[in-house]
């Protein structure tokens, strides 16, 4: 009997599991039918009812939801490489933007954006994506191939349809394609920051897509981790290691403490202004941001400290002859990466924007590191006077006289 049990427990399992499958095929197949039947829907309003000609009546037109089940996007495209686009989705204020990216990147990307007004007033812009701050974003400017059909935007019940036309040189295949909204409006043409946005790879050969978005907010948190490097590296720890060599040496008895802290001050800034230019050229290769006087500084700056910590394996004995000009070497070396650190950190915080406080901050350590050099050279110099010109002490016995 047992044998007999125990057979019919696993005919009981599998009858089970196909019982489940089948409920979760069938749930399967609810959605995607749902899913079918929300796109068969949205594609069938006729567009000729209230946009003009060609966007109300485009030739083999493909419609395609692109983007929270009611992103979509409507395209149509000839063999003389004219693209009509018609993109729409839900809207109750702000602007909505659909863009053209090279690399899948919000940068140096080419956008149209289009609002309606409060006063009930349609809006359509081209825009140049520069930055990802809003005085970065340019209109009236751009890369896209518009064609002498004006682009229109229009609000028909509570969807908002932008319509453009763009004449390609080639056929248009595989294109990223950036889609973003606000719900606050522009100001001015300068547009507000996005409420969200993604990335779409989209094939206008075959009308299939999927998604390749790249957070923006793990870029800036990127840019912020390159911005305190810098400072941490080339505005504290290498400044304070020049300080410790210059106005802590002692040259009589044990000078090893300031030695110690020398060579651990540059050698903790060498490591975070590496970390640093790694984090520099991670960006650049996300952004392609055009910075060639930051980039170049910082490249530049890299080499300064890897010749000064070869140098330091370098070092001659201090009995050597060629000690001295070691030393000069040394020192003018590290002061030049210093002068260039700095101004290098001053690029920086200027082309990100980053905002009153990365400027205050910056300014209140470099104005610390200075007065501390001006009030410790003052000192140096004070006692190296003193070592110089000795006071004439009168002689505690009495000169012999003559007229005794």
Not at 215 to 226: E, L, Q, V, Y
Not at 373 to 394: D, G, V, Y
Request: proline residues 5%.
């Amino acid at each position: 009997m047992a044998p007999i049990s125990s057979r019919l427990q696993e005919l009981l399992v599998v009858i089970l599991i196909i019982i489940v499958s089948g409920r979760s095929n069938n749930n399967v197949e609810a959605q995607n039918t749902e899913v079918a039947q929300d796109k068969k829907a949205l594609c069938s309003i006729s567009l000729a009812s209230f946009l003009p000609p060609p966007y109300g009546a485009m030739e083999n037109m493909i419609c395609q939801p692109l983007w929270n089940s009611n992103f979509l996007l409507r395209y149509s495209q000839t063999k003389d490489n004219v693209v009509t686009i018609v993109a729409s989705t839900l809207y109750t204020s702000g602007w909505v933007g659909i863009g053209f990216s090279r690399n899948g990147k919000m940068i140096n990307s080419s956008s149209m954006v289009g609002w309606i007004t409060p006063e009930g007033k349609a809006r359509m812009r081209q825009y140049l994506l520069e930055g990802f701050k809003p005085s970065q974003v340019k209109h009236d400017k751009g890369e896209l191939p518009l064609t002498t059909t004006p682009p229109l935007v229009v609000l028909q019940g509570a969807t908002i349809y932008l319509a453009f036309q763009l004449k390609f040189p080639m056929r248009l295949r595989a294109q990223p394609i950036i889609l973003a909204f606000a719900h606050r409006y522009p100001h001015h043409l300068r547009l507000t920051n996005h409420d969200d946005k993604t990335t779409i790879n989209f094939d206008f050969s075959t009308g299939a897509s999927y998604s390749v978005s790249v957070s923006p907010s793990g870029i800036m948190k990127t840019k912020k981790t390159h911005g305190v490097l810098g400072i941490m590296g080339w505005g504290l720890f290498s400044p304070s290691g020049a300080i410790f060599a210059r106005y802590l040496r002692q040259r009589g008895g044990d000078n090893a403490l300031w030695f110690y802290l020398h060579v651990s001050a540059q050698f903790i800034g060498f490591i975070l202004g590496l970390a640093g230019v790694v984090m520099g050229l991670r960006l650049y290769t996300r952004m392609h941001a055009h910075v060639p006087a930051h980039r170049g500084i910082g490249i530049f700056l890299l080499l300064l400290s890897i010749l000064q910590v070869l140098a330091f394996f370098l070092r001659p004995h201090e009995d050597s002859k060629h000690r001295k000009y070691w030393n000069l070497y040394h020192s003018w070396v590290g002061r030049i990466a210093l002068f260039f650190g700095a101004l290098n950190i001053v690029l920086g915080i200027h082309y990100a924007e980053a905002g009153d406080e990365w400027q205050i901050g910056y300014g209140f350590l470099l104005g610390s590191t200075l007065l501390a050099c001006i009030i410790l050279e003052t000192l140096l110099r004070m006692k190296n006077k003193k070592l110089n010109n000795p006071p004439h002490h009168r002689p505690d016995f009495p000169m012999n006289s003559m007229d005794h």
